[in-house]
Structures are given as C-alpha cells and as structure tokens.
C-alpha cells in the first residue's frame, strides 16, 4: 500500500518533471531508484531503520546515485533526508510510476505463460490488448510451467485464464458434479 504523503511527492515530481520536459529522464530515475531499493532487502531495511541517522542515509543515497539521476531526483532525496523521510523513497517510486503511466495512457499487463512465446506472438498478443483496452499495452511476461499449456493474462483486477491447468480443473468439477 502507498501512503498519501508518497502519492504527494510523486505527483510532484511528475509535474515538475513535465514542466522542465525531462519526464522520461525522471521515469527512468525513479525505476533505477525502485529497482536498486526491490533488489537490496538491505538498502530496504536501512531507508526504513528509525536507528540510523537521517545524516547517515542521507549520505548513502547520495554515494549510491551520484552521477545516475537528474538534479531534480537528486533533490526530491535531498528533501526526503532533510526531513527524516527516507522511508517514503520506495512509495514515491511505485506512484510515480503509476502516475507516469496514467499520464502516457499505458496500462500494465501480466501474462503468464506455459512456455516462452515468440515475437510475433507476443506482438499479436499486445496488439489484440491495446485494441481491447484502447490503451498502450506493457507486457510482463512470466514463464509458469505449471500452466501445462496456454497463458493467463492480468489486466487490472481482471483475469482471463486461457491455460490448459484451468481447463483440467474446469473437466475435473463438471466430472465429480455429474458422478455425484
């Protein structure tokens, strides 16, 4: 769950960013800076610590990013740091991209699949979505052996289940009804 103050700061930032027209520069800070904080539990857990200084973090987030961000990313951790806020960072993140891609009209999709699909699939796939969803489509593809056969695709809080795992299972509760 994001917290409001998170949402606040991003909303900002995309502002801003669009303002100054570096907002693909600062999309890309706040996936460097997601991607740095999803990957560490350490670099996690230290944002989060109430322990250590906001001096301490301060400095590390500088050390970690310097030379990697923009100046207005670099000022949003500044401002962040001044006021003990640190924790925030992953949030602003999430939102921001979030933010980002109601701005674009870009819409998250998670497909899962049996086995790795081809270009040409993948392309027809994300044709059929946009199409449907009126949106650019961003595909997550994941490779789910369990599936047996076929893919599942998330948009949303919708779920279209095409796997031949689901289609078992379907078989399997129409057999035991009737047997019953």
Same mark, same amino acid.
């Given at each position: 769950?994001?917290?409001?103050?998170?949402?606040?700061?991003? #909303?900002?930032?995309?502002?801003?960013?669009? @303002?100054?027209?570096?907002?693909? /520069?600062?999309?890309?800070?706040? +996936?460097?800076?997601?991607?740095?904080?999803?990957?560490? &539990?350490?670099?996690?857990?230290?944002?989060?610590?109430?322990? %250590?200084? /906001?001096?301490?973090?301060?400095?590390?987030?500088?050390?970690?990013?310097?030379? /990697?961000?923009?100046?207005?990313?670099?000022?949003?951790?500044?401002? +962040?740091?001044?006021?003990?806020? @640190? #924790?925030?960072?992953?949030? %602003?993140?999430?939102?921001?991209? @979030?933010?980002?891609?109601?701005? /674009?009209?870009?819409?998250? $999709?998670? $497909? #899962? &699949?049996?086995?790795?699909?081809?270009?040409?699939? +993948?392309?027809?796939?994300?044709?059929?979505? @946009?199409?449907?969803?009126?949106? &650019?489509?961003?595909? #997550? $593809?994941?490779?789910?052996?369990?599936?047996?056969?076929?893919?599942?695709?998330?948009?949303?809080?919708?779920?279209?289940?095409?796997?031949?795992?689901?289609?078992?299972?379907?078989?399997?509760?129409?057999?035991?009804?009737? $047997?019953?």
């Amino acid at each position: 769950m994001v917290i409001k103050a998170a949402r606040r700061y991003a #909303n900002a930032m995309l502002i801003t960013a669009i @303002e100054q027209k570096i907002l693909e /520069k600062i999309k890309d800070d706040m +996936l460097l800076i997601k991607q740095a904080i999803s990957d560490s &539990s350490e670099l996690s857990l230290f944002l989060k610590s109430p322990i %250590i200084k /906001k001096e301490v973090k301060k400095s590390a987030l500088e050390a970690i990013f310097e030379g /990697k961000i923009e100046e207005l990313t670099s000022n949003l951790i500044t401002i +962040l740091s001044n006021k003990g806020r @640190e #924790n925030l960072l992953y949030g %602003i993140t999430l939102s921001f991209i @979030e933010l980002y891609h109601e701005h /674009k009209n870009i819409i998250e $999709v998670d $497909v #899962n &699949s049996a086995f790795e699909l081809k270009k040409d699939e +993948l392309a027809s796939l994300k044709n059929k979505l @946009e199409d449907a969803t009126g949106k &650019s489509v961003l595909l #997550n $593809v994941i490779i789910n052996k369990d599936l047996i056969g076929g893919l599942t695709v998330r948009i949303a809080d919708t779920v279209i289940d095409g796997s031949v795992k689901h289609k078992l299972n379907q078989l399997k509760i129409k057999f035991t009804t009737a $047997v019953e």
